[in-house]
T-cell receptor
């Protein structure tokens, strides 16, 4: 079945530091890959997505590239801000109807 | 355009009781999916409704049931509540089923079972 494994947290960074959160997946078919963000006390927001191999998703300075050869979709941001403090979830959606999520990575950015 | 809304925001129930959670989908969306997010974990798929019919189900027991109404709003019902049912319940709506349709999430209902 489908599964997502992402880097365990928590991750604590200083403002303007470089952020990477690793994500690997196992899936049947040709999945779409997603990163969602959850701010404290809120629901999930789609951060970015990629629907086929070698696609790069990007939004708000975050980027992730769909790597089929390594079954990975690592999230990166070159210079984080305090407002980026949140929980980040990697997810995939294959030929069926549901999203399969990783366990989430808590990121805290200090001023 | 109104997004996905859920009610109530929080509720506390006792073990063995029953609970109903509600979700109003985004305008024009005919598909609703429900997810359970336990503390410190990623969301787990419960089931999906498409045009008032259950379209798929995750690994949850039958005491988790749902409905979708003609206006595409939805309810999640949980009978015989257990302590492990304590979680954030998320509803997501989409324009249709399948991989091409993005799911838009509501803010969730925080259920505490004591």
């Amino acid at each position: 079945g489908n599964s997502v494994t992402q880097m365990e947290g928590p991750v604590t960074l200083s403002e303007e530091a470089f952020l990477t959160i690793n994500c690997t997946y196992t899936a049947t078919g040709y999945p779409s890959l997603f990163w969602y963000v959850q701010y404290p006390g809120e629901g999930l927001q789609l951060l970015l997505k990629a629907t086929k191999a070698d696609d790069k998703g990007s939004n708000k300075g975050f980027e992730a590239t769909y790597r089929k050869e390594t079954t990975s979709f690592h999230l990166e941001k070159g210079s984080v801000q305090v407002s980026d403090s949140a929980v980040y979830f990697c997810a995939l959606r294959s030929n069926d109807y549901k999203l399969s999520f990783g366990a989430g990575t808590t990121v805290t950015v200090r001023a | 355009e109104t997004g996905v809304t859920q009610s109530p925001t929080h509720l506390i129930k006792t073990r063995g009781q029953q609970v109903t959670l509600r979700c109003s989908s985004q305008s024009g969306h005919n598909t609703v999916s429900w997810y359970q997010q336990a503390l410190g974990q990623g969301p787990q798929f419960i089931f999906q409704y498409y045009r008032e019919e259950e379209n798929g189900r995750g690994n949850f027991p039958p005491r988790f049931s749902g409905l979708q109404f003609p206006n595409y709003s939805s309810e999640l019902n949980v009978n015989a509540l257990e302590l492990d049912d304590s979680a954030l319940y998320l509803c997501a709506s989409s324009l249709g089923v399948g991989q091409a349709y993005e799911q838009y999430f509501g803010p969730g209902t925080r259920l505490t079972v004591t």
